[in-house]
């Protein structure tokens, strides 16, 4: 899957040391982006080996088979909301990291948040207790499961019906906002 995958080839890169420049800036940038825990004497065992050529194509047609699934990410999410912003009523962008390979869909990853200590940035408690957009599915997530406030401009039109539709019905409620 993309998560092995991924971690496999950005602890390579890690590993490089100094060869890692001769790789392209795309595959740099990309692999910046992939948390790889610095513990060299367990992650050797997790690096492949082959020549520089054969690991930038490779990690080039991962980037591209990712980026075919359209997931959200942080650059779809307002700055700094998982810090500043609260999230009751707004519209959240679920970590793929917190679902199965299996759900990694945009569908799967926006959700409405409704109420709970999650809401507030700087509450003891994490719980939010939201409705998916794509399915309606209502359950609770804690407040790290996000990745943060999704921008109104990335905002789907499937998610955009479902959000009005939701709000009608929760109108009596005090309602919700978009954003």
């Given at each position: 899957?993309f998560?092995?995958?991924?971690?496999?080839?950005?602890?390579t890169?890690?590993?490089?040391?100094?060869?890692?420049?001769?790789?392209?800036?795309?595959?740099?940038?990309?692999?910046?982006?992939?948390?790889?825990?610095?513990?060299?004497?367990?992650?050797?065992?997790?690096?492949?080996?082959?020549?520089?050529?054969?690991?930038?194509?490779?990690i080039?047609q991962?980037?591209?088979a990712?980026?075919?699934?359209e997931?959200?990410?942080?650059e779809?999410?307002?700055?700094?909301s998982?810090?500043?912003?609260?999230?009751?009523g707004?519209v959240?962008?679920?970590?793929?990291?917190?679902?199965?390979?299996?759900?990694?869909?945009?569908?799967?990853?926006?959700?409405?948040?409704h109420?709970?200590f999650?809401?507030?940035?700087?509450a003891?408690g994490r719980s939010?207790?939201?409705?998916?957009?794509?399915d309606?599915?209502?359950?609770r997530?804690?407040?790290?499961?996000?990745?943060?406030?999704?921008?109104?401009?990335?905002?789907?039109?499937w998610?955009?019906?479902k959000?009005?539709?939701?709000?009608?019905?929760?109108?009596?409620?005090?309602?919700?906002?978009?954003?």
């Amino acid at each position: 899957g993309f998560k092995r995958t991924n971690f496999v080839l950005a602890n390579t890169m890690e590993g490089l040391g100094f060869y890692r420049e001769q790789l392209s800036a795309e595959s740099r940038d990309w692999q910046s982006k992939i948390y790889v825990p610095p513990d060299r004497g367990h992650n050797r065992y997790f690096e492949v080996d082959t020549a520089l050529l054969y690991l930038d194509t490779f990690i080039s047609q991962v980037r591209e088979a990712y980026d075919k699934l359209e997931l959200f990410g942080p650059e779809h999410c307002e700055p700094n909301s998982y810090e500043a912003l609260g999230y009751e009523g707004r519209v959240l962008v679920l970590s793929p990291d917190t679902l199965k390979e299996s759900c990694w869909t945009p569908q799967n990853q926006l959700w409405l948040a409704h109420d709970g200590f999650g809401c507030r940035p700087h509450a003891i408690g994490r719980s939010i207790r939201c409705t998916c957009l794509g399915d309606e599915e209502m359950t609770r997530w804690n407040r790290t499961d996000f990745t943060g406030v999704l921008k109104e401009d990335f905002l789907p039109g499937w998610a955009r019906e479902k959000l009005e539709e939701l709000q009608g019905q929760n109108a009596g409620m005090g309602g919700m906002r978009m954003t």
